[in-house]
């Protein structure tokens, strides 16, 4: 099944360009709170999916093309982000990143991105007004967490995983000496973490250890490689996340990107596309507002 969040945080079923919207299975309540309808929803599958397969039967649709899509998951409790995933990517970017000394994720463990950079396939990726920084991207496979769990041994954590999504991690690279602000700055602007275009439950993704990941800039290809050239594995990840804290329903996990990271810039257009999972596109903007300090 494919779950879209779109408008004001409703949500549909997608089918072949089309959209059935089974907002009605999250109890009115969530009215007053709609940007949590879909962590409801996550948290209570096993016993809302009649509801939702008999609402989907029940709606006329509309074209997915005449809404506009929000992030996969617009407010996921926590962003986990792998930092250095897949051998080929580590060190090609020199003294541009605080990723050093050939460590994976396995060595790094996790960062975290804010939850409040995430978009979806309708807004867009902001950068800082006149900015001469790089901005890079980075193409993920997004692993969207169902049952929370603590301690969760790796031969355990398929069972708690909803489904995936593609994740642009974008980033600004620090310049050695001159700037060096904090990784979870430097990831969390604006749009900084498209997730979409929706989720593809785990039961449509048999194996998600074997999908190409690949990323254009205005067509020409950048990013190409194979979620089976992960480092960390996701049961790995899942084991490793929840052995410092628990993930809850609706956590998202990007974990980690290939080699061919490289820029973008205003008026470039970024797309992702995972095998069996989907295809992302995202414009770049320039932000109108002036920062009070220079980016
Ligand atoms: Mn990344």
Known sequence: MKIASFNDFRIGIVEDGQLFDITSVVPAAFDALPQQRLNWLIAQWAQALPAAQAARASVSPVALASVQLLAATPCPPH???????????????GDRTVTKK????????????APASVVGAGG?????????RRFDHESELAVIIGKGGRDIPRAKAMEHVFGYACLLDATMRIEKDTFEEERSMRKSFEGFTPVGPYIVTADEVPDPANLANRLWVNGELRQEANTSEMIVDIPELIELISSVLPLVPG???ATGTPEGVGPFAAGDTVTIEIEGVGRLSMPVREREHVSPRAY
Do not use: T
């Not at 962003?79 to 990517?89: D, G, I």
């Open 79 to 93: 962003v986990f982000a792998a930092p250095a995933n897949y051998r080929k990517h580590l060190g090609e970017l």
């Open 102 to 113: 050939g460590r994976s994720a396995r060595e790094q463990g996790f960062f975290l991105k």
């Open 251 to 253: 956590d998202l996990i």
């Open 124 to 132: 867009a990726i902001f950068v800082p007004k006149g900015s001469a």
